[in-house]
């Protein structure tokens, strides 16, 4: 049932990132550079293709994170929880950080990007080892 997990711990990730981003959507936007639409939303024209590659992504990450977690014997809520916040802190903040600052993005966008993907890890680790 590992595909199962997987999939929920994905969940999990893509929920957390769904209602971070639903709370600083403004702010998430202006440092983008992304032009709001009349209703406050990007202005995408509705694409479904964020959220597709999001959910993937999830998926492939939580995939992963279990892989390793296996590996390295992490076996109870609280070090998955641990272990997945040090994936997002170490592992993909950094790497979005340099990209970010070759792109000359703002320092907010890092941030309020960073904290999803931190908190988004941990809670994908605790989900990962619940079951």
């Known amino acids: 049932m590992e595909i199962l997990n997987i999939l929920a711990a994905a969940a999990g990730a893509f929920a957390f990132g769904a209602i971070w981003y639903m709370r600083v959507g ?17 202005a995408n024209g509705g694409s479904p ?12 990450v939580a995939g992963m ?16 929880m641990m272990a997945g916040l040090g994936v997002g802190a170490f592992f993909i903040t950094p790497w979005v950080a340099m990209n970010y600052a070759f792109a000359m993005r703002s320092a907010k966008l890092t941030l309020i990007d960073s904290v999803n993907a931190i908190f988004g890890c941990a809670i994908m680790g605790a989900i990962l080892m619940m079951f």
């Open 26 to 42: 403004k702010a998430w936007m202006a440092a983008a550079g992304i032009q709001p639409g009349p209703d406050g939303r990007p």
């Open 65 to 80: 994170m279990r892989h390793i977690f296996v590996m390295a014997s992490i076996d109870t809520v609280g070090k998955g």
């Open 49 to 60: 293709l964020p959220f597709v590659v999001g959910i993937i992504a999830m998926i492939l």
